[in-house]
């Protein structure tokens, strides 16, 4: 495994509808062996504009990785899969799906829209702490990203 203490913080965006949600995931990264850079916005409208450097959002660096709720208001977390996946200038920034459905549907329908992980949100504090945990140590300790998400 890689050590990357020593290493800039790795960027990832949070798109999460639910404050608590969004809040457990901050407090569970702070005791990840990598530095996060965590943004977090609450729907795929927002998450769109900060991808794209829209509006309030014009000076947002580049991701390393998205985790995406599913069931989100305005625009869901399926929608702005497909809109990641379907840009040319995003698609190769990695999305896992974090969410509570696991319904074959939704598990099916994301990875057919190249989600790249998908994962049921546990419901005790614990599990979903070391989930999040898991996701900072796969993620950014053994998968080999491209620099600034090869963008």
């Not at 800039?8 to 608590?20: F, G, I």
């Amino acid at each position: 495994m890689k050590d990357r203490s020593h290493l800039n913080p790795v960027r990832l965006l949070l798109v999460e509808d639910s404050p608590a949600d969004a809040r457990l995931t901050r407090e569970s990264l702070k005791d990840c062996k990598v530095m996060v850079d965590l943004h977090h916005v609450r729907d795929g409208v927002e998450a769109m504009q900060y991808l794209r450097r829209e509006g309030k959002f014009a000076d947002a660096q580049r991701p390393d990785l998205v985790i995406l709720d599913l069931n989100m208001p305005r625009k869901d977390g399926r929608e702005t899969l497909e809109e990641i996946k379907s840009d040319p200038d995003l698609r190769r920034i990695p999305v896992v799906i974090l969410t509570i459905s696991d319904s074959e549907e939704d598990i099916l329908k994301t990875y057919n829209l190249h989600a790249n992980a998908y994962i049921t949100k546990p419901i005790d504090l614990e599990q979903f702490s070391r989930v999040v945990h898991e996701i900072d140590n796969f993620w950014f300790t053994i998968v080999k990203l491209p620099n600034g998400s090869g963008i």
